[in-house]
């Protein structure tokens, strides 16, 4: 089985600051990780995905993760935020041989201005 | 580009009543999902599937039923609708199966069922 913990409902971050959204999982084998993004109304939007390789990953709008292997955690960081970045955002894994994605609950982004 | 289509976007049904959602997709990818969306649940998979004329059970399947006639199109089935099942759902697909391709998802269609 694989499964995904976000273990907080809400982040606020005030603009300028850095941020972080904590991400912890489970997967046998070798694991894939993602964030997206979903706006009001609107679909899921992939930020970024580690496979393997360089534990800090860049992605979309200037955001990054950081893999820990022995933690199993992914956290999504950003050095500046801004109020356009508030939203829900979803980790999710998929492990080896896996067919689908297993998401997180989510965590809401609330950037005060 | 569309990407993934899903219609409607919006639904409300009478408990006991059908519907069929629709989910088109135009990049050509192998593998397509249903999930629903529930507060402080994430994104949970109902059904999926890994190619045309091919379907599969995911999570929480009881009470849809799925068809994949048509490579770019998914279909999701509600026979009977009961309020358990008001949520958002949406519809996503991925070129591969292949555990390091991104997942392309839809607007979302809200369902209420009263």
């Known amino acids: 089985a694989q499964s995904v913990a976000q273990p907080e409902d809400q982040v606020n971050v005030a603009e300028g600051n850095p941020l972080t959204v904590k991400c912890t999982y489970s997967?046998?084998?070798?694991?894939?990780l993602f964030w997206y993004v979903q706006y009001p109304n609107r679909g899921l939007q992939f930020l970024l995905k580690?496979?393997?390789?360089?534990?800090l990953v860049k992605g979309s709008y200037g955001f990054e993760a950081e893999f820990n292997k022995s933690q199993t955690s992914f956290h999504l960081k950003k050095p500046s935020a801004l109020v356009s970045d508030s939203a829900l955002y979803f980790c999710?894994?998929?492990?080896?041989?896996?067919?689908?994605?297993?998401f997180g609950s989510g965590t809401r982004l609330q950037v005060q201005p | 580009n569309a990407g993934v289509t899903q219609t409607p976007k919006f639904r409300v049904l009478k408990t006991g009543q059908s519907m069929t959602l629709l989910c088109a997709q135009d990049?050509?990818?192998?593998?397509m999902y249903w999930y629903r969306q529930d507060p402080g649940m994430g994104l949970r998979l109902i059904h999926y599937?890994?190619?045309?004329?091919?379907?599969a059970k995911g999570e929480v399947p009881d009470g849809y039923n799925v068809s994949r006639l048509k490579k770019q199109n998914f279909l999701l089935g509600l026979e009977s609708a009961a309020p358990s099942q008001t949520s958002v759902y949406f519809c996503?697909?991925?070129?591969?199966?292949?555990?390091?391709?991104?997942?392309?998802f839809g607007q979302g269609t809200r369902l209420t069922v009263v």
């Open positions: 996503a697909s991925t070129l591969t199966g292949g555990a390091n391709t991104e997942a392309f």
């Open positions: 997967v046998s084998g070798n694991p894939y």
């Open positions: 580690y496979i393997t390789g360089d534990n």
């Open positions: 999710a894994v998929r492990g080896t041989g896996r067919r689908a994605l297993t």
């Open positions: 990049m050509n990818h192998e593998y």
């Open positions: 599937s890994v190619g045309e004329g091919t379907t």
